[in-house]
């Protein structure tokens, strides 16, 4: 069984369109987050929910909204998408916030035309 | 804002020479955790480092948490081609923030 599951793995688009991500975890976690991998494998956290609520929201465009409907999943909407979008995204649980190992989904690798 | 700096950026060894990767953190961090992700893969947690000087071992690999709690290192004894990827430290500050930052990795290639 996939612990973190996202959907969909690869997603392949056009620049000005809006698109969705959508991750899933079967551990009981309470703490999700979303991590952005350029090209040059650097990991930078996005956003991180505990419980259903927001605790971290870094310095993204607006265009970029999670959601979290409950504590085992959590969506990422990207709106008007742009050439600068291109990346992997990560999703990723853990048992809370605070110094717990951080379990990682496959990745969906976002292709902007 | 708190940084992590890793070095070396990218390293080739042969397979059964040693490989030292070390992480620098601008700030004093609370933990320190370690990440590897081998090529086309995700990260895949490997151990946490919480007390200043501690000194973790997995086998072939050993861990080590700086005094200060600001710098952290990763060794690994005698690598083998399945050491292949690119490891994160990633440190969790002290300011009351839970967000972890990454460091900017170090990829080795381990040649047979």
């Known amino acids: 069984d996939t612990a973190v599951s996202q959907t969909p793995k690869y997603l392949v688009t056009q620049m000005g369109n809006d698109k969705s991500i959508k991750c899933e975890q079967n551990?009981?976690?309470?703490?999700m987050y979303w991590y952005k991998q350029d090209s040059k494998k650097f990991l930078k956290i996005m956003f991180s929910?505990?419980?259903?609520?927001?605790?971290i929201n870094e310095t993204v465009p607006n265009r970029f909204s999670p959601k979290s409907p409950d504590k085992a999943h959590l969506n990422l909407h990207i709106n008007s998408l742009e050439l600068g979008d291109s990346a992997v995204y990560f999703c990723?649980?853990?048992?809370?916030?605070?110094?717990?190992?951080?379990?990682f989904g496959d990745g969906t690798r976002l292709s902007i035309l | 804002g708190q940084q992590v700096m890793q070095i070396p950026q990218y390293q080739h060894v042969q397979e059964g020479e040693d490989f030292t990767t070390y992480c620098n953190s601008s700030?004093?961090?609370?933990?320190i955790q370690w990440y590897k992700q081998r090529p086309g893969g995700h990260p895949v947690f490997l151990i946490q480092?919480?007390?200043?000087?501690e000194v973790k071992k997995q086998k072939r690999l050993t861990f080590q948490f700086g005094e200060a709690k600001k710098n952290s290192s990763l060794h690994i004894t005698a690598t083998q081609t399945t050491d292949v990827g690119t490891y994160f430290c990633?440190?969790?500050?002290?300011?009351?923030?839970?967000?972890?930052?990454f460091g900017t990795g170090t990829r080795l290639k381990v040649l047979a």
């Open positions: 990723a649980s853990s048992q809370d916030p605070s110094d717990q190992p951080q379990h």
């Open positions: 551990l009981g976690h309470d703490t």
């Open positions: 929910y505990n419980n259903k609520e927001l605790i």
């Open positions: 700030t004093t961090l609370s933990n």
């Open positions: 480092l919480v007390k200043s000087g």
């Open positions: 990633a440190g969790q500050g002290v300011s009351g923030t839970y967000k972890y930052i």
